[in-house]
Nanobody, 115 residues
Framework: VQLVESGGGLVQAGGSLRLSCTASGSIFSVNFMGWHRQAPGKQRELVAVVPKAGRANYADSVKGRFTISLDNVKNTVYLQMNSLKVEDTAVYYC??????????WGQGTQVTVSS
């Protein structure tokens, strides 16, 4: 199973970015997909997660600004990030949890928000 992420980059505070992550390979069924992030000198933290069926969950720090969505046909998860803040700067990692299989991480994509 491979995860390919895209959409990171440099943006000014208050701007927007959209991340995407596609899972491919031997996938029977997805339980959930999500995004974590890791800023320099800090631990990796959950940003948002969305199950195949059910409601998404968000970290308090991104509620109302970020929206996660899942395309079950394409096995692709999106993270729409609006009203970005300098403290959102981090490497963002995609994660997929599969039915009957282990979970997988993406390689990470850098998001940098300038003041």
């Amino acid at each position: 199973v491979q995860l390919v992420e895209s959409g990171g980059g440099l943006v000014q505070a208050g701007g927007s970015l959209r991340l995407s992550c596609t899972a491919s390979g031997s996938i029977f069924s997805v339980n959930f997909m999500g995004w974590h992030r890791q800023a320099p000198g800090k631990q990796r933290e959950l940003v948002a997660v969305v199950p195949k069926a059910g409601r998404a969950n968000y970290a308090d720090s991104v509620k109302g600004r970020f929206t996660i969505s899942l395309d079950n046909v394409k096995n692709t998860v999106y993270l729409q990030m609006n009203s970005l803040k300098v403290e959102d700067t981090a490497v963002y990692y995609c994660y997929v949890d599969l039915v009957g299989q282990r979970g997988y991480w993406g390689q990470g994509t850098q998001v940098t928000v300038s003041s």
